[in-house]
């Protein structure tokens, strides 16, 4: 009947919006997943980057403690290096009467400091007088001379800190760095330095003042940063063998402190 057909009609409609609807909600879950899904996969790719970053923090930390390890460990070796050559200087000393002992004011290597990275070429220049005795003049140099060669006590560089009138040195030289403009040293010797150092230049390569100069009788004393030295008799010294002397360990230990510090 009509009646029937309508009511079929209107079921079928009511189908069809149910079916639609259902598409819908349908879509919109499918969305809502891929969005979850991609939402899971930033964040797995997030806690995988953290990771790799955490990772690579612990092989900084890692790398960090190997560091201070082999620096505390060179600090320790060099400081009982430093303890050696101070007790062999002490041990000289301590041989002296206590009058003579009296006339040193010190070892010049604890009265100056030399500019970083410049330890070598001081050390070069100043040889043997770096664990030089430091008195306060000329005649108290004398008399302990004197007596290390009568009673037999040792052999020892002196420099008296008043040697009584400066001579005056070649004059300007137009090469390189006074090697004195890198040495810091205490008050009471000061003029010594200025002393030990007059006429010494620092320049990059001995080569320059040979070229300039010449070998025979160079105005000055020229030195490298690594150790060569061009002396005004014309005879050069350079190479490799001299271990570091007491202005290089503690240049060193000045380095590998601030790195444990």
């Known amino acids: 009947t009509e009646e029937g057909l309508e009511e079929t009609s209107v079921a079928v409609e009511s189908l069809r919006s149910d079916e639609i ?15 979850f899904g991609r939402q899971l996969a930033e964040q797995l ?7 790799e970053r955490l990772r690579q ?11 201070l390890q082999h620096a505390s460990a060179q600090l320790e070796s060099v400081r009982a290096i430093e303890k050696r050559e101070v007790q062999a200087a002490a041990g000289l000393l301590e041989r002296l009467p206590e009058g003579e002992r009296g006339r040193v004011r010190g070892l010049l290597t604890t009265a100056i400091r030399a500019a970083d990275g410049l330890e070598t070429a001081i050390e070069a220049v100043l040889a043997n007088r770096l664990d030089g005795l430091l008195v306060e003049s000329a005649d108290s140099a004398l008399e302990l001379l004197r ?9 020892a560089t002196v420099l008296p800190l008043r040697a009584g009138p400066e001579g005056s040195g070649s004059g300007f030289v137009p090469m390189g760095r006074p ?5 810091t040293a205490e008050p009471a010797s000061a003029a010594l ?11 990059d390569d001995l080569s320059l003042p040979i070229e300039r100069f010449g070998a025979a009788s160079p105005p000055a004393l ?5 150790g060569e030295v061009l002396d005004r008799s014309g005879a050069l010294t350079g190479g490799l063998g001299a271990p570091p002397g007491a202005l290089s360990r503690a240049g060193e ?9």
């Not at 290390?148 to 040792?154: A, S």
């Not at 020229?222 to 690594?226: G, I, L, P």
């Not at 230990?253 to 510090?261: F, M």
């Open 147 to 155: 007596h290390l060669r009568e009673q037999g006590v040792g052999r």
């Open 179 to 183: 090697l004195a403009d890198f040495v």
């Open 57 to 67: 923090l612990v092989q900084e930390l890692e790398r960090a403690r190997e560091r």
């Open 193 to 203: 330095i200025a002393r030990l150092l007059r006429d010494v230049y620092l320049v």
């Open 222 to 226: 020229f030195v490298t940063r690594a």
């Open 21 to 35: 609807g259902l598409e819908g909600r349908l879509r919109l879950g499918l969305a809502e997943q891929d969005e």
């Open 45 to 51: 790719r997030g806690h995988e980057r953290e990771r």
């Open 253 to 261: 230990i000045r380095r590998l402190e601030g790195e444990l510090a």
